[in-house]
């Protein structure tokens, strides 16, 4: 199965649009993170509670709101499952906010719902030391991962090159995300951090393809310059990128509109990453192994 029979794409033509689109895209992201004054972290990093009721009738988020903030408990970050009246309380910690949040919460939703009892589900307190040993683990896990790939990478190639190349590719990826994650205001938590890492996974994956590609171009067709070699190492695996990453972008797709609200903001991530992993393995990877290999050459 091919959606596209003998591709003649030049690819490598038009390297510099691509390099430009993606410089542009890294750029907002950056913009919206220095405009929202940061990261958006949510109660794993930043410290806070995080309580999950479930009603015994139906109860709506504004009601909520109103009750917990007639109850000096403002900015509580309510998500609600309509289906069996579950709901999550998110509270982040803050100089006004003591540990006894979640009583207070359940205090004052006791007294502001009298006919509609609730069982606590899940009651979860981070503290700030908790939340900053988490952000050193989360920063090491991203950078150690990328280590690992540049010497798989340089050691199955055996040229650093198509490695550096690649964590370039991958850095891209998920600079890009982080913005898209930004300017939909969601919140990095672990879960997140977990879909940024499947990301690079999966992005390295389909760029490891291309790149054998073109080493097995390189082998088969001597006499052909290395533009033409990478362009036909993009194009011959162009159908095999389309269809996985159609066939993922649909599962996940499924898991972002039916999986529900849990695992919404790690569904979301994953969807933005396999668009962008896909773009960055045609148009940025395999591009930068041309240039760089065509400026070592000058030299």
Not at 94 to 103: D, G, L, P
Not at 176 to 190: C, D, Y
Not at 217 to 232: G, M, P, W
Request: aromatic content about 12%.
């Amino acid at each position: 199965m091919q959606f596209f029979q003998e591709s003649n794409i030049d690819f490598l033509k038009k390297r510099w649009i691509f390099f430009a689109i993606s410089i542009a895209l890294v750029l907002v992201g950056i913009v919206s993170l220095i405009g929202r004054g940061g990261a958006n972290l949510g109660i794993d990093f930043k410290g806070g509670t995080m309580l999950e009721l479930t009603f015994t009738n139906p109860v709506s988020v504004a009601e909520i709101r109103v009750i917990l903030n007639s109850h000096d408990l403002p900015g509580s970050e309510i998500q609600d499952f309509t289906k069996n009246n579950r709901v999550i309380i998110r509270v982040k910690k803050s100089e006004n906010i003591n540990i006894e949040v979640s009583r207070s919460i359940q205090k004052a939703l006791r007294e502001g719902l009298k006919d509609n009892d609730f069982v606590i589900d899940r009651d979860e307190m981070v503290g700030p030391s908790v939340g900053n040993y988490l952000i050193k683990r989360a920063r090491g896990a991203i950078f150690w991962s990328f280590v690992g790939i540049i010497i798989y990478v340089a050691f199955r190639f055996k040229s650093g090159v198509y490695g550096m190349a690649g964590v370039i590719a991958l850095t891209h990826d998920v600079f890009i995300v982080f913005g898209v994650l930004s300017l939909a205001n969601k919140e990095i938590t672990l879960t997140v951090i977990a879909a940024l890492l499947a990301l690079a996974g999966y992005s390295i994956n389909d760029t490891i393809v291309v790149y054998d590609r073109i080493r097995e171009t390189t082998r088969l067709r001597r006499k052909d310059t290395f533009y033409d070699v990478v362009n036909r190492g993009i194009n011959s695996t162009l159908s095999r990128t389309i269809i996985t990453s159609l066939t993922t972008f649909l599962v996940v797709s499924s898991l972002f509109f039916f999986g529900g609200g849990v695992i919404h903001d790690f569904a979301f991530t994953l969807l933005c990453g396999i668009i962008i992993g896909t773009y960055s393995s045609i148009a940025i990877a395999a591009p930068l192994v041309y240039e760089w290999e065509t400026r070592k050459g000058k030299k």
